[in-house]
Nanobody, 115 residues
């Protein structure tokens, strides 16, 4: 499974961005997908994810109500719509996919929110 993120950039506080994650390869084997983020010196943290089976979603408390995870199965693409962005949302955002015991990551995309 290969994952490629896009859509990051620089935005002012209060603005919006939409991240995309295009999956390729053995996508049929994926059972969980989500978005994580990481800032230097800190652990990577879950932002939003589809739970196993894809029936529901989970969000970090800090982004609930502002971010929305979605996907287009026909395009093998997952999205993260980020609204009302805050400077503390600044991080590298990573796409993640899990397939059984395997864990896949994209290369990351930088999101910078200026105050």
């Amino acid at each position: 499974v290969q994952l490629v993120e896009s859509g990051g950039g620089l935005v002012q506080a209060g603005g919006s961005l939409r991240l995309s994650c295009a999956a390729s390869g053995s996508t049929f084997s994926i059972n969980v997908m989500g978005w994580y983020r990481q800032v230097p010196g800190k652990q990577r943290e879950l932002v939003a994810a589809f739970t196993s089976g894809g029936g529901s979603t989970d969000y970090a408390a800090s982004v609930k109500g502002r971010f929305t995870i979605s996907r287009d199965n026909a395009k093998n693409t997952m999205y993260l719509q980020m609204n009302s962005l805050k400077p503390e949302d600044t991080a590298v955002y990573y796409c993640n996919a899990r397939s059984g015991l395997f864990n896949y990551w994209g290369q990351g995309t930088q999101v910078t929110v200026s105050s």
